[in-house]
């Protein structure tokens, strides 16, 4: 079954909200999404084969240039994550740095670069940056880091706001789903409130599930299990209506408790680490900025919408990242194939049920 009739499966199901222009996190005010993906077969000193299947992918909130602070806000869910930032961002609540997904090897690297990266633009702040490791080692050989400093800053640079590259790009290229090959999945909703048109996207890095669904299904069939670890799943949420900090965290939680990912997976204990900010109520920096900012204020009664956009953007970006995924060969002569279609279906089967409860 080949892509575009998975994306049509995709497309039958009974979506509340319609999607973006672009169908992806860039659908939201000026957001840009670069990928640097690493491939390569390097021999150790030893003489052993390192095979490198890794990468990083960047969502930059907008301008760099522009010295601003965006309201954002964490939900770790069983987390295993690494995350660069947290403990400041859960105090101070605002983002003003670039977002990277990478693996453990590059986090430390990346967090430098993105400093770098600040200081070259001749930014007052840039900290801290958020810097989220994904643990790509069923496919990925590399015993040390594989990227500089002008690798990141590179990266960082050539975020663009055009279509987003997915599946098997950037830190994508090392992950599993469902014990098929996982990768980068993006989708965005819009909504209304009051009258005025709102967007949310979502950019997930699927590298969760087990073949055992709560159904029943065996998206392997029988077979063997590839992958026996435990999984996760980063989702990073954007949204352009007006939130504040208790309400970032109460949508990405509700979002998260209510995804098909966690519901529909037999005894799941994957991570899950989620990620919202809002382009609204901008805190520029420029000039020192004021002391005093004046915010515009959704109703609690109004999150419903978002929380449904927001549910269904997710889930559509986790779909799209198994759906669009290559095969990839790494380590140990273990490859990873984009899952078939008997089992796809299976997985849009459960998927539909949760949503529609």
Known sequence: MNESKKLQLIGKISWIYPHGKKNAIVDVGDIRVGHLTISRDTQDPSGLTEMVRTGLTAIVPGDMNEENRYFFGFFPFRNMHEITGYAVTEDFCYLNSPIVLTNSYNLGIVYNAVLSFGFHLGRIEIWPPVVLSIDDSYLNGQKGSVVEDKDVIQLLRNASNHSVQEGSAGVGLGLHAFDWKG???????????????????????????????????????????????????????????????????????????????????????????????????????????????????????????????????????????????????????????????????????????????
């Open 183 to 357: 990768g980068i999945g993006t989708s965005s909703r819009m909504f209304s409130i009051s009258g005025k048109r709102f967007t949310i996207g979502a950019l997930v890095a699927s590298n969760h599930g087990t073949p055992e669904l709560s159904d029943g299904a065996d998206l392997n069939h029988g077979e063997q299990r590839r992958h026996e670890k435990k999984g996760s799943l980063a989702v990073v949420l954007a949204t352009d209506l007006p939130l504040l900090p208790y309400q970032i965290k109460k949508v990405s939680t509700s979002i998260v408790v209510a995804l098909p990912s966690v519901n529909t997976v037999k005894n799941n204990t994957d991570s899950i680490t989620c990620m919202l900010f809002s382009l609204a109520n901008v805190m520029s920096l420029k000039d020192d900025g004021p002391k005093v900012f004046d915010y515009t204020v959704t109703d609690d009664s109004a999150l419903g919408s978002i929380f449904r956009a927001g549910l269904e953007s997710v889930a559509e970006a986790v779909l799209r990242s198994l759906c669009l995924s290559e095969s990839v060969a790494g380590k140990w002569n273990r490859k990873l194939d984009n899952i078939p279609e008997e089992s796809f279906r299976a997985i849009i089967q459960v998927f539909e049920k949760s949503l529609a409860t």
